[in-house]
């Protein structure tokens, strides 16, 4: 199994998709890997996003192992009005 990742509004037009899948690991490596698929502009905008991980908000430095089947989330600031 792999892990279920769902993008956002500005993330999700960064990565050209709403959802990938990506290998079990730490979440560190998890991130780095998704920033080397979609390139600079990801990047740049994951740097602003909120992580959620099976609905429970972490930070990016999170020492946290991601396990197969675990689903998450990359929602960029919103703005509106």
Do not use: K, N, W
Not at 32 to 50: H, K
Not at 61 to 70: K, N, Q, R, Y
């Amino acid at each position: 199994m792999a892990v279920r990742v769902r993008l956002f509004a500005a993330i999700r037009d960064a990565a050209g998709t709403g959802e990938a899948e990506v290998a079990a690991g730490p979440l560190g490596a998890v991130l780095a890997d998704l920033s080397d698929r979609y390139g600079e502009v990801f990047r740049s905008r994951l740097s602003v996003c909120t992580v959620l991980v099976d609905g429970t908000a972490v930070p990016h430095g999170a020492d946290l192992e991601v396990g197969d089947g675990a689903e998450i989330a990359l929602l960029p600031p919103v703005s509106g009005g």
